[in-house]
């Protein structure tokens, strides 16, 4: 049974930063690409950022520069580290892994329940 629990997600002020968390059970990082999208309501889905399994990264122009997302594989934990951050990445931050990494973020397979990222 394959499980991503986020969490990390909060209210900030404009140039604070967060870290996003997602626990990851079921699967390994092995094969596996993993990643973040956003989404606001009425607003079209945001792909954040993606890590495959031999650590390259990619990331949406709108944060390079500002996110990190990086895997723990001790912890089986996904992060995202987000810097100064804008009141235009206020969303919900969702989890996401796939064994297939050429699709958007959003259409990977398993997802976790999200967390709010509110920024003022």
């Known amino acids: 049974h394959v499980q991503l629990v986020e969490s990390g997600g909060g209210s900030v002020q404009a140039g604070g930063f967060l870290r996003l968390s997602c626990a990851i059970s079921?699967?390994?990082?092995?094969?596996?690409?993993m990643g973040w999208f956003r989404q606001v309501p009425g607003k079209e889905r945001e792909g954040v950022a993606a890590?495959?399994?031999?650590?390259?990264?990619n990331y949406t122009d709108s944060v390079k520069g500002r996110f990190s997302i990086s895997v723990d594989n001790a912890k089986n934990t996904l992060y995202l580290q987000m810097n100064n951050l804008k009141p235009e990445d206020t969303a919900m931050y969702y989890c996401?892994?796939?064994?297939?990494?050429?699709?958007?973020?959003?259409?990977?397979?398993?997802r976790g329940q999200g967390t709010q990222v509110t920024v003022s």
């Open positions: 890590i495959d399994s031999d650590g390259s990264t």
């Open positions: 996401v892994a796939d064994s297939n990494c050429d699709k958007p973020e959003w259409e990977y397979d398993y």
């Open positions: 079921g699967i390994g990082y092995d094969g596996y690409c």
